[in-house]
C-alpha cells in the first residue's frame, strides 16, 4: 500500500501574522483512499490544501515536508510545480464558475488540460475531453463540447471542472469545498461520482469541507482542524461513534440534524469557537488551543 | 453567553506606504502649492500683468522679471501666474457643476432602473456622442467666448462620464441588503438614497472628478489657445501659448513658461487623481 | 383569530429573454398559498431557483407579486401604502442571510439597530439609545459594541446585531432569509439557540427560510417545501420530515447526507 501523500510537521505562516495558519499538521494518505479534512472557517484546512500544490502567495513560510508521489514539494521552483500540478496532483474549487473562463466553451478547456501536459494534436485532445465528459456524467457530450459556461447548470459546471482534473490522470486530487455551492441533491450526485471515479482510477482523494454530512458519505478516513492544528484523525465510521477529542465531540453535537427537535444546541466551548480564533487574530494575540498543548 | 466575553477588538493595522500614498502626497503638495500661488496672485506677482511696457519688449529674463516680457512687454510670470488662477478656477468650478449634477442623476438611475435610467442615460448618452472640442467649440459658438461659458461647456462635457460612473457605483451599492433592510424598516426612498446609498456610493465618482480636473484643464488650456476661452485681456495660459507661438525663435520664454504651467497643473490633477483611484477606488468602478 | 398571515395564490413572474413583444417570462413563485399561525415557526425549505427568498421578498414588501394576495391580521397588505404601509412594516421584519451585506458598513452598528426606531418613531428620541442597549442584551451582545462599524465584529456578532434590528420595532413576525446559512457551524448552533429563545419568551412568529432540511426541523413547527415556484408539500414538522408525501420532499430527504452513526449515538 502506497502512501501518496505525506505531509509531516507542516507550518505555514503568513506574513504581519502572529499566529500560524497551519501549525505542526502530520499526516499520509494511502492511494485510493478518500480523506477528508473538516474544521470551521479560519482552521487552515484550504491553507493546508494550497500548500500541497504550492498555491500559497508568494510571502508565506512553509516549514515542515510534504511529499507527493514520494517527490519533496516544500521549496519546488515553479516550472517543476507546474509539471506537477495537474499531473500528478490536481485540484478543484468551490466554484466552479470562478474555475472556468466564461468565454471559452467547456470542453475545450477540457482540451486544454490534457494539452497542458501531453502536447500533440487538437483533435486527440478533443476526443480524450468528449470521453471525460461522458465518464464525469454530462449527457450527451458532442452536443456540450461547445457550451459556454453559463449554459451548464452548477452541478454540470463542477463536473466539468473535475473532468479537467482529472484529464491527466492525476493520483491525487484534492476537493475544497467542492459541493457547498450546490444544492443537496446535487451536492449528492457530485459526491457519489467522486467516490465512483475513485474506484475506478485508484485516485486519492483529499476532501476539503466544513460539512460533516459529506464527511459522512464518502470519506474513508476524517482529520478535524481547528486553529491550525490537527485535532483528531481517524476511520469515519470510529470518529463519529466514538470520538476523543472534545472538539470533536461538541462539532458533532451543535449539528442541528442530530440533536432533538426543539432542544438547545450545546455550545461549542469558547476556547475552541471560531470566533474566538477570529478575535484573536484580530487582536493579534495568539489563543486558542494551541496555547494548551 | 460567550458573547459577553467579546469586549475590546481591533487594533489598527499599521498603515503601509504605497505608490498610492507617495501619489497622493506629490500631486496634492504641489496642487496645493499652484492653488496658493494663484489664489495669492494679486499679492505676490510683482508687477501687474497687463503693465504695458514698451522698453522691456521680449525682454529676457532677469532679476527683476524672472520669466521675462512679452511682445508688449509685460512681465510674462506675473500673467502666468494670473492665468494659473483662471484656469484653476475655470477647471476646478467646471467639475464641481458637473458633479452636482452628476451626482443625483446617477443615483436616480442607479437606484430606481427602468424607465427611470433608460430615460437618464440615453439622454447623457447624446452628450457622449460628441468629441469633446467641438462640442465645446459649438457651444461657445453658440453662446459666445467667455470664461465663465467655458467652464460650462466643460461642465456639460464631463457630466455623462460623472453620471455613469455615479450610476454605477449605485447600482453596485444597491444590490447589498442593508438597503433592502433599511427600506423594510420603514425608510423612505429618499432617507435610503441620502443616508445609505449616496456615502457609499460617492467614491468612484469623486475620484474619476479628480482624474477629470486634468483633462478639465487641458481643455479651458485648449479653448483659451483658440481664443474661446477666457477673453483678453484677462491672461490665460492657453491664450500665452497662441501668443508666443510668433515670437518662438526672439523669445521662446514668452511660450515655455505658461506650457510648464499648464503641465504642472495638469501632473498635478492627474497625481491626485491616480492616487485617490488607488486608494479609495480599487476595483476601478472609475474610468 | 390564531393566524397571522395568509399568502393566497402568490404568483411572481421574472422576464426571460425574447423580444420585447414576445417576451418570455419565468415564473419564480406559481400559485404558492401559505398561513402562519401567531407565535409559531414555519420553516420555508427548497433549493436554489425555488423560489422561497423571492416569496419571503414579497410578504416583505420588497418585491410586488403579480397575482394572489396577502393577508397579514386580516387586513390586505397588497397595495397598502404611506402610514399603513408603514404600520405593516413596524409589524413585519426581516432578517438576512449575509451577515457582511445586510449592515451599512459606514453606520455604526448601534445607529444600524436604531434604524427602525428612527423611522417608526417609535419612543422619544432620547430613549431610543437606550432601547437599543437593551435590545443588544436581549441578543446575546456585549453593549459595548454598539458604537463599532460592521467590520470589527465577527461573522456571527454581526448576525445578532441583524436580529437586534428586526427586533427592535416589536414585530410580531420575522421573515429569515437563510439567517444562519453563510455561519460556521459553532456559530450557527448559537445562532438557531437564540431564535428559539426568541421564540419562547417574545413569541415572535417567524418563516424560517433555508435550503438546510437539519436547520428546519430543528427550529420549526410547520414545514413547506417549494420547488422550481410551487408549493409541493406543507404539514406539521414531524409528518414531512418523516413521513412525506411528495417525490421531490423524499428526493430532499433522501439526498442529505446524514452521518447514521450519529442517530445511534443520540
Known amino acids: 500500500m502506497s502512501v501518496v501523500l505525506e505531509i509531516a510537521d507542516v507550518a505555514v505562516r503568513f506574513p504581519g501574522n502572529i499566529a500560524r495558519a497551519v501549525d505542526g499538521v502530520s499526516l499520509a494518505l494511502r492511494r485510493g483512499e478518500i480523506f477528508g479534512i473538516v474544521g470551521e472557517s479560519g482552521s487552515g484546512k484550504s491553507t493546508l490544501a494550497n500548500a500541497v500544490m504550492g498555491l500559497l502567495p508568494a510571502r508565506s513560510t512553509v516549514t515542515g515536508s510534504i511529499k507527493v508521489n514520494g517527490r519533496e514539494v516544500v521549496g519546488l521552483d515553479d516550472l517543476t510545480l507546474r509539471r506537477m500540478r495537474g499531473a500528478e496532483a490536481a485540484m478543484i474549487f468551490q466554484d466552479a464558475s470562478a474555475s472556468l473562463d466564461p468565454t471559452w466553451p467547456v470542453g475545450d478547456q477540457i482540451a486544454e488540460a490534457v494539452r497542458a501536459h501531453r502536447p500533440g494534436p487538437a483533435r486527440e485532445a478533443r476526443t480524450k475531453a468528449l470521453a471525460l465528459m461522458a465518464e464525469v456524467g454530462i449527457p450527451d457530450p458532442a452536443r456540450r463540447y461547445g457550451d459556454a459556461p453559463h449554459r451548464l447548470s452548477g452541478g454540470q459546471r463542477q463536473r466539468i471542472v473535475i473532468a479537467a482534473a482529472l484529464a491527466n490522470d492525476p493520483k491525487l486530487l484534492i476537493a475544497d469545498e467542492p459541493t457547498t455551492a450546490l444544492d443537496v441533491t446535487i451536492q449528492k450526485q457530485v459526491l457519489e461520482l467522486i467516490d465512483r471515479l475513485r474506484r475506478d482510477h485508484g485516485t486519492t482523494v483529499l476532501l476539503i469541507t466544513h460539512d460533516l454530512g459529506v464527511v459522512s458519505q464518502v470519506c474513508d478516513r476524517v482529520g478535524v482542524m481547528c486553529g491550525g492544528r490537527l485535532l483528531e484523525v481517524a476511520d469515519t465510521q470510529v470518529l463519529f461513534g466514538r470520538p476523543e477529542h472534545p472538539y470533536t465531540r461538541a462539532l458533532l453535537a451543535a449539528n442541528p440534524a442530530a440533536a432533538p427537535r426543539g432542544t438547545r444546541l450545546p455550545v461549542i466551548p469558547a476556547e475552541w469557537s471560531v470566533e474566538t480564533l477570529e478575535q484573536a487574530e484580530r487582536a493579534r494575540e495568539p489563543t486558542g488551543p494551541g496555547d494548551r498543548r | 453567553m460567550s458573547e459577553a466575553a467579546a469586549s475590546d477588538l481591533s487594533v489598527p493595522r499599521p498603515t503601509r506606504r504605497r505608490a498610492s500614498t507617495r501619489l497622493l502626497l506629490s500631486g496634492g503638495l504641489l496642487l496645493g502649492l499652484l492653488t496658493l500661488l494663484a489664489i495669492a496672485a494679486p499679492i505676490v506677482t510683482p508687477h501687474r500683468p497687463d503693465a504695458i511696457d514698451v522698453r522691456r519688449v521680449l525682454a529676457a529674463p532677469d532679476l527683476a522679471h524672472p520669466f521675462g516680457s512679452d511682445a508688449l512687454g509685460r512681465d510674462v510670470l506675473s500673467r502666468v501666474l494670473y492665468g494659473l488662477r483662471a484656469s484653476l478656477l475655470i477647471s476646478t468650478s467646471a467639475v464641481a457643476a458637473s458633479l452636482l449634477l452628476a451626482v443625483p442623476l446617477g443615483l436616480l438611475a442607479g437606484y430606481f432602473g427602468r424607465w427611470v435610467d433608460s430615460a437618464i442615460s440615453r439622454s447623457l448618452d447624446m452628450i457622449l456622442v460628441f468629441p469633446a472640442m467641438l462640442l465645446a467649440v459649438t457651444f461657445i459658438a453658440i453662446l459666445g467666448p467667455g470664461g465663465v461659458i467655458a467652464a460650462a461647456a466643460i461642465a456639460v462635457i464631463y457630466l455623462p462620464i460623472l453620471a455613469r460612473v455615479m450610476r454605477t457605483s449605485t447600482l453596485v451599492v444597491s444590490r447589498h441588503e442593508y438597503v433592502a433592510g433599511a427600506r423594510a424598516r420603514g425608510a423612505s426612498h429618499l432617507r435610503v438614497l441620502a443616508a445609505h446609498v449616496a456615502p457609499n456610493a460617492l467614491g468612484p465618482v469623486i475620484v474619476q472628478a479628480s482624474v477629470l480636473a486634468a483633462f478639465a484643464l487641458q481643455l479651458e488650456a485648449g479653448l483659451s489657445f483658440l481664443g474661446l476661452g477666457t477673453q483678453p485681456p484677462t491672461p490665460s495660459l492657453g491664450g500665452m501659448l497662441a501668443d508666443g507661438r510668433d515670437v518662438l525663435t526672439q523669445a521662446p520664454w514668452v511660450e515655455i513658461f505658461p506650457g510648464v504651467a499648464i503641465v504642472l497643473a495638469v501632473l498635478a490633477f492627474a497625481f491626485l487623481g491616480e492616487g485617490l483611484r488607488r486608494a479609495f477606488d480599487p476595483l476601478g468602478v472609475s474610468e | ?266
Open chain 3, 1 to 266: 383569530m390564531s393566524e397571522l398571515l395568509r399568502v393566497a395564490g402568490i404568483t411572481k413572474r421574472f422576464a426571460a429573454g425574447g423580444p420585447p413583444w414576445a417576451r418570455r417570462h419565468v415564473a419564480a413563485i406559481d400559485g404558492v398559498s401559505l398561513a402562519v399561525d401567531r407565535g409559531r415557526t414555519l420553516g420555508l425549505v427548497g433549493e436554489s431557483g425555488s423560489g422561497k427568498s423571492t416569496l419571503g421578498r414579497c410578504i416583505l414588501g420588497l418585491a410586488t407579486p403579480d397575482e394572489g394576495e396577502i393577508v397579514f391580521d386580516g387586513k390586505d397588505v397588497l397595495g397598502l401604502s404611506g402610514r399603513a404601509l408603514r404600520d405593516f412594516r413596524r409589524r413585519v421584519q426581516p432578517v438576512f442571510q449575509d451577515p457582511y451585506g445586510s449592515l451599512d458598513p459606514r453606520w455604526s452598528v448601534g445607529r444600524s439597530v436604531r434604524e427602525s426606531l428612527d423611522c417608526f418613531k417609535i419612543g422619544m428620541p432620547a430613549d431610543r439609545d437606550k432601547r437599543v442597549l437593551e435590545l443588544f442584551g436581549r441578543v446575546g451582545l456585549n453593549p459595548a459594541l454598539a458604537g463599532r462599524p460592521p467590520s470589527t465584529l465577527s461573522g456571527g456578532q454581526r448576525q445578532r446585531v441583524g436580529i437586534a434590528a428586526a427586533l427592535a420595532s416589536n414585530p410580531e413576525l420575522i421573515i429569515a432569509d437563510e439567517p444562519v446559512s453563510a455561519l460556521d457551524m459553532s456559530v450557527q448552533a448559537q445562532i438557531l439557540n437564540l431564535f428559539m429563545d426568541l421564540q419562547q419568551d417574545l413569541g415572535v412568529a417567524t418563516i424560517f427560510i433555508t435550503h438546510d432540511l437539519g436547520v428546519v426541523e430543528h427550529v420549526s413547527d410547520r414545514v413547506a417545501v417549494m420547488h422550481f415556484g410551487k408549493l409541493v408539500e406543507v404539514g406539521a414538522t414531524d409528518d414531512v420530515m418523516h413521513r412525506p408525501r411528495h417525490d421531490y420532499t423524499r428526493a430532499l430527504l433522501a439526498a442529505i447526507p446524514r452521518p447514521k452513526e450519529l442517530q445511534q449515538e443520540a
